[in-house]
């Protein structure tokens, strides 16, 4: 079973420790991709695939980040009201 863990490194020998355990193949330490580069990754794969099935063009990220932030600001309204 894989896990996957987010650790916060304290006393700088916890990550020598990290590392030597990743050097005899028992974890794996990789970066942490931040969450506009896991959206832009995936938004290009998703363009990808409409391209290849000959949907229409795809949203762009400014159109895709406008649309959110209206519905946003929609739901909020509507909150407001209650």
């Known amino acids: 079973m894989l896990k996957t863990m987010q650790i916060e490194i ?10 030597e355990l ?5 974890i794996r330490i990789g970066k942490q991709e931040s969450f506009r580069t896991h959206l832009d990754r ?3 794969s998703v363009k990808r695939h409409q391209e ?5 063009e795809p949203m762009s990220m400014d159109e895709i ?18």
Do not use: S
């Open 10 to 19: 304290i006393n700088p020998k916890a990550e020598r420790i990290l590392r």
């Open 22 to 26: 990743a050097a005899v193949e028992l």
């Open 42 to 44: 995936l938004t290009q």
């Open 52 to 56: 290849k099935q000959g949907m229409p």
């Open 65 to 82: 980040t406008t649309e959110v932030k209206k519905v946003r600001a929609e739901r909020y309204a509507k909150r407001k009201k209650n």
